[in-house]
């Protein structure tokens, strides 16, 4: 199946993209890096009169860190995310999820915008986003809104961003030296959807976390970042409170059955997925002794 007919232009910079999507609202897509939207369109789950490109748009791209602020722009693709000095350094986290997105061929055309703004539930980077507390950048006829990424994301591919707004960059607090961080998602096969994934950041003092940042995906209709984090701040992590704290992360889930797997699986695990997580932050890995699969 190959995708409607459509009308294309190609954005000559920002201000123009913009000109063109206040023109046609929702009946136009963007194409930045086509990893999503092209096969979704070829087989017509989507069908826009208008495909506005905006790979051509060099002032979206780039890495910089300036007063504790790593930005990266929208067209910044996986591979300059896996490549970057600066990802590395500041944002180990990206760094270890972009590995398990999708594989190489998509990775050199991916883009970060364009994967955030699609907004799939099983994506890595979205979570990623909630655990290292990122601002989303957009742009509109309106100007610049900033937008927390807990509140970015609303449902199955659905964002708060309108049909006239373009994602335009990310902000990412500079990690702190002390933190740490753990990536791990299931998947049938590397470079797969993923059944369940967990993208954590946190601080760890004298054996306890001062912080904790946990972001699942593949878990429900958008990333979720746990508030059963809390239970285990500022505390002596026991087994009894970690199971406390599993108990409290399956009721937070609503996870979705498809051909991969049930709610039940999902839910064992991402329990599974958060043992793990605490054992490896803290070091303890009798914590992680019974949760083998």
């Known amino acids: ?135 989303i950048i957009v742009r509109g006829p309106g100007g610049e809104r900033r937008i927390a990424a807990a509140g970015f994301f609303t449902g199955i591919y659905e964002t708060v961003l309108s049909p006239q707004e373009l994602l335009v960059a990310v902000e990412l607090p500079v990690a702190p030296r002390v933190s740490t961080h753990f990536f791990h998602e299931f998947a049938r096969r590397h470079g797969d959807y993923a059944i369940v994934g967990l993208a954590a950041q946190a601080v760890v003092y004298d054996g306890r976390f001062t912080d904790l940042r946990l972001g699942f995906f593949a878990v429900g209709d958008r990333p979720l970042l746990a508030r059963a984090a809390g239970k285990l701040i500022n505390a002596a992590v026991t087994p009894a409170l970690l199971s406390d704290a599993l108990s409290a992360l399956a009721d937070e889930l609503d996870p979705q059955e498809d051909h991969q797997a049930t709610p039940a699986m999902r839910r064992h695990l991402a329990k599974v997925l958060l043992t793990r997580c605490v054992a490896a932050l803290l070091s303890r890995p009798e914590l992680d002794a019974g949760a083998l699969i």
Request: hydrophobic letters at 50%.
């Open 1 to 135: 199946m190959k995708a409607s007919a459509f009308a294309y232009a190609r954005a000559t910079s920002v201000e123009n993209a913009l000109e063109l999507l206040a023109d046609q609202g929702d009946r136009a897509k963007v194409l930045s890096g086509g990893q999503s939207l092209m096969p979704a369109m070829n087989l017509r789950l989507i069908s826009p009169e208008l495909v506005v490109d905006i790979g051509g748009l060099a002032e979206l791209r780039g890495i910089a860190v300036k007063e504790g602020i790593l930005t990266i722009g929208a067209l910044t693709r996986h591979v300059d995310l896996l490549k970057s000095t600066e990802i590395a350094a500041h944002a180990p986290l990206l760094a270890d999820a972009i590995i398990h997105v999708a594989h190489p061929a998509i990775r050199n055309r991916g883009t970060i915008g364009g994967s955030l703004a699609h907004a799939d539930p099983a994506s890595e980077l979205p979570a990623c986003m909630l655990a290292l507390r990122a601002t």
